[in-house]
């Protein structure tokens, strides 16, 4: 048993004795989470595709998202449960074309048997075990963390979730610290707990089950923010972040600006193992990858009017590798401006601007709908090639994502909601190919508590 399970068990028993304690059952919340999903992904250039590689991956499913939020006992330290019961049942998986590799863990939505074909259904069910005192507050179990270092991914039916301990405080006015370590992940297309892992590695043989971050967020002025974020997955990288968010009226509008630098270095096995490399631009080493080095700079400029967004951003990725982030080749997140609908832009070299734009109609009678669109182009990629010298001058690569979605505002049938993600990427990337997708999303939540 691990150290964040015993710790578990251990709360929950404390907590059994508490549990008819006023406050535990009175603020306690459980909803259950409706989702049907459909996502359609054309993989062209079918000629330079890898053998075996399918030209479309298609999958649909209905989820299902069940959580229970307790409130705390009453005493110095409150105790309190929060679990989370995750259900995906296949409704189609495109006839073979789900996306399941001979390397992956699973399709583009649903784990994989190992003939390849797509699962019926999987589910999985998580606890987690929280104490307060005063506004600090600690959770063991089952955890969904989102800061820079770190981001839980909610992209497909299920979401992601995470196995460890965190620690949150709020005692210092305008003040977060937060800090915790990490042992598990258990991916949105999975039941299993899996250990950790970057891109480019054999994450088979080559991860961690140690990741650890720390930082904090500090309110200087009520519109400007400083935030400054560690975090370490042992054996692969360190990693430093310091980020500045401003809020700035100008005439009827807010112009939002959002800087953000990493520094990403390697750490134990990842700077001299080959199954522990990361992608990247390394010439003389295997194909492109080598040990964690990279810089990411960033800034991105949002002007709100009239239920008008206009934006634009613009990133560089410099070092010999691409920026790295918690990822174990079934999906994930990075707190990025460029974490888009298919790609990341964070390649080793590149340099990427963007023009975004989102509508909400409600200025103009239609509550409930909004519309986006964002447009991204990196260029000067570097590469390596298969006899491990640099290819040519620099690659590069755009995409454009639209959406467009609708909640129903009032009425019996009050906050159901529909969307669609519209997403192109093109490349030339040696090795990658060319994609569309289309994503089609039915959600609704029901309060059960």
Request: proline share 3%.
């Amino acid at each position: 048993m691990n150290k964040s399970t015993l710790a578990l068990a251990v709360a929950v028993g404390v907590l059994a004795q508490q549990a008819g304690a006023a406050g535990f059952i009175e603020d306690s919340k459980a909803t259950l989470g409706l989702r049907n999903f459909y996502i359609n992904t054309d993989n062209r250039d079918s000629g330079t595709k890898a053998a075996g590689a399918q030209n479309k991956n298609e999958e649909w499913g209905q989820g299902f998202d069940l959580r229970f939020i307790s409130g705390y006992t009453q005493g110095t330290v409150g105790f309190g449960i929060d679990a989370i019961g995750l259900l995906g049942v296949r409704l189609d998986s495109g006839g073979g074309t789900n996306g399941a590799t001979s390397t992956s863990y699973g399709g583009t939505v649903f784990p994989s048997k190992s003939n390849g074909e797509a699962v019926d259904n999987f589910s999985s069910l998580g606890l987690t075990a929280k104490a307060k005192i005063s506004q600090t507050e600690l959770k063991l179990g089952t955890l969904q963390p989102k800061n820079p270092v770190i981001v839980t991914n909610d992209g497909r039916l299920l979401p992601q979730t995470w196995q460890g301990g965190q620690i949150t405080s709020g005692e210092i006015k305008d003040l977060t610290l937060v800090a915790g370590q990490i042992e598990a992940v258990k991916g949105r297309n999975s039941s299993n707990n899996e250990n950790l892992s970057v891109g480019g590695a054999n994450a088979r043989v080559a991860n961690s089950n140690k990741f650890y971050y720390a930082g904090g967020d500090y309110k200087i002025t009520k519109d400007l923010t400083a935030q400054y974020y560690y975090g370490n997955l042992e054996d692969f990288y360190k990693q430093h972040f310091l980020g500045l968010v401003h809020n700035w009226a100008i005439g009827p509008g807010v112009l939002k600006s959002d800087f953000r630098y990493f520094h990403s270095s390697d750490d134990g096995a990842n700077g001299n193992t080959a199954a522990y490399f990361g992608n990247g631009n390394y010439v003389g080493n295997v194909s492109g990858k080598g040990p964690i080095d990279n810089n990411l700079y960033s800034g991105l400029f949002l002007y709100t009017v009239e239920g008008h967004t206009f934006g634009g951003g613009y990133q560089v990725s410099n070092g010999s590798s691409d920026f790295p982030w918690l990822n174990q080749g079934d999906g994930s997140s990075n707190y990025t401006i460029t974490d888009m609908q298919i790609q990341k832009f964070g390649r080793a070299g590149e340099k990427t601007w963007q023009a975004r734009y989102s509508y909400d109609f409600a200025k103009v009678g239609l509550p409930g709908l909004t519309a986006g669109v964002v447009y991204l182009r990196g260029d000067d990629i570097d590469t390596v090639g298969s006899n491990r010298r640099e290819n040519g001058t620099g690659a590069s690569e755009w995409e454009r994502d639209l959406t467009v979605g609708y909640v129903i505002p009032e009425g019996p049938a009050k906050n159901l909601g529909f969307m669609w993600k519209n997403a192109t990427w093109r490349n030339d990337v040696p090795g990658q190919r060319d994609q569309d997708e289309n994503r089609l999303i039915v959600s609704y939540s029901i309060p059960l508590l």
